[in-house]
């Protein structure tokens, strides 16, 4: 009986079903979506004006957003852009939209995420910044020591740009460069890369140049006198980009990268087959050379390779050309101004007066360059450790009242007698007038100004430099001071100078 009641259970439970017998629903909740989640998050330089160099995105870890942002960027507007997962985004109460909500990051941010159920999930915003400097490193094959001026070796290059252009790597070979300075304890070197290549911001090329300014306190003086150069607008001057360098794995400091001297069509732009570029130096250390007739000035062919003896002859006569328009009994009243360009050599003599560069008188590191057919005109400048009133006396800065023309005892000083003559055309001193008091009245507050944004940008980096060379000064803002009242003084000393008859 029982068994029978069981097989006939279904048949009763559909009747009562079907009779319209109902029962409640049975009602699950679904449950909220807890979903809280920063998928990804940058800053996009299209939405950002001070990102020049591109977008810059953030990596999300445990709860943090680290962003590396460039050294002196405006952060007191930036718009983020991100993806999520969750209903919405804050920071501080307020609602984020992506590519759209401007934050003031130079307060805390803390982005949370809200989910559908309202459960939270925080990030906070970590900004740390790019040196203000590009960073140089190069690992020279097998790790092996650079002890030579004359031999390159292989080696591997890469530069953290930190917004003064694109990052580089590649194959470069490096060697010592330098007279005086390769006997320092911090070593200059020549790089010539395997191709060219544009290396922070400047025109493509394969040589370059660190400088190590090992005696200059300030690390600035050669990147100054450039600045003054650009300023006076003495053409192809050289560009200055302070570096900090690690080599082979180890910090060697704070370094001035820059172009190599030489002809070519973003270096000295002449004809770099016919023209000449010509480096007057007590070295003597070039291939081809001579010592002229009349000032018995050292000079040097730098470029471009001499081909034949004839072809070194004619460099010889067209430099012997100029000397004698100048040693004549007619000068300044002959043809002397179309054989050299006067207004560049007024130029160059108010850059080395201003910095006080004594090594015109000897000389060394002049250089002049002719095109084929066209003058002989001065530049670009090069090295100035020694000025700044340092030769003689081994300390810059000191007095600003000592002129620049200087006959030497110990030497013939010929940079002297052959630069000093042009100041002997009475058109010439007009000039130099001239030229000097439109630079001083329009350029002066540029100058300065300079100084302390290179200082600025150097601050850090000087700093690591004295600390490992123990060498320089520890009081980088006071010297760069004394930089600046020096020039100050220079600039009024100039000023009385050109005054005198």
């Known amino acids: 009986m029982q068994k029978m009641f069981l097989k006939a259970l ?37 939405l950002n004006s001070g990102l020049s160099n591109g977008d810059i995105k953030g990596k999300i870890e445990r709860g943090k957003i680290e962003l590396k942002l460039p050294y002196g960027l405006d952060v007191s507007e930036l718009i983020a852009t991100f993806s999520y997962k969750g209903k919405e985004v804050l920071v501080g109460g307020k ?35 790019s040196s203000p400097i590009p960073h140089v490193y190069i690992t020279t094959e097998n790790g092996t020591e650079i002890t030579s001026k004359d031999d390159y070796l292989s080696a591997d290059i890469s530069i953290e740009a930190n917004g ?47 400088l190590a300014n090992y005696i200059d306190p300030t690390l600035m003086l050669n990147s100054v006198a450039f600045k003054i150069a650009q300023l006076i607008g003495l053409q192809f001057t050289n560009h200055a980009i302070p570096v900090d360098l690690t080599l082979n ?66 460099i010889k006569s067209d430099f012997h050309q100029l000397e004698d328009a100048l040693v004549s009994e007619s000068f300044p009243n002959n043809n002397y101004k179309d054989i050299i360009d006067i207004e560049s050599v007024v130029k160059y003599l108010i850059i080395y007066n201003l910095t006080h560069n004594m090594e015109i008188n000897h000389p060394k590191s002049i250089y002049l360059y002719k095109d084929a057919g066209g003058k002989y005109t001065m530049g670009p400048i090069w ?64 100058l300065l100004g300079y100084i302390d944004w290179y200082a600025g940008r150097i601050k850090e980096s000087q700093k690591k430099d004295h600390q490992l060379w123990k060498n320089g000064t520890s009081d980088f803002e006071g010297k760069v001071r004394q930089l600046k009242q020096w020039l100050e003084g220079r600039f009024h000393y100039m000023d009385e100078e050109t005054l005198s008859p």
């Not at 470069?172 to 010539?192: C, D, F, H």
């Not at 004809?271 to 001579?290: A, H, I, Q, S």
Request: negative net charge.
């Open 249 to 314: 794995g180890k910090y060697v400091g704070s370094y001035l990268f820059t172009e190599q001297v030489e002809l070519s069509s973003s270096r000295v732009n002449i004809d770099d087959k016919k023209g000449v570029l010509l480096e007057l130096d007590t070295n003597f250390d070039e291939d081809f050379k001579f010592t002229s007739n009349n000032y018995r000035l050292p000079v040097m062919v730098k470029d471009p390779d001499v081909e034949s003896d004839e072809h070194f002859q004619q």
């Open 383 to 446: 090295d100035f450790d020694w000025a700044y009133d340092y030769e003689g006396k081994q300390v810059h800065f000191g007095a600003y009242t000592t002129p620049l023309f200087r006959k030497f005892d110990h030497s013939p000083a010929t940079g002297y007698t052959f630069f000093s003559r042009f100041l002997e055309d009475p058109e010439v001193m007009q000039l130099y007038r001239d030229t000097w008091s439109q630079f001083h009245v329009g350029k002066k507050g540029e």
């Open 164 to 210: 003064w252009g694109e990052d580089y790597s590649g194959e470069t070979q490096i060697k010592g460069r330098g007279n005086s300075t390769w006997g320092m304890p911090k070593k200059p070197y020549r790089l010539k890369l395997e191709k060219k290549a544009s290396l922070l911001d400047l025109a493509e090329e394969k040589d370059w140049v660190l």
């Open 10 to 46: 279904p048949f009763f439970i559909f009747l009562f079903i079907a009779s319209g017998c109902k029962e409640e629903p049975f009602n699950e909740e679904i449950p909220l979506n807890s979903d809280n989640e920063l998928l990804e998050y940058k800053l996009e330089a299209s």
């Open 95 to 129: 609602e984020q939209i992506s590519g759209t909500t401007p934050n003031n990051f130079s307060n805390a941010i803390i982005y949370t995420i809200v989910a559908e159920d309202g459960s939270r999930r925080e990030y906070t915003v970590a900004i740390t910044y």
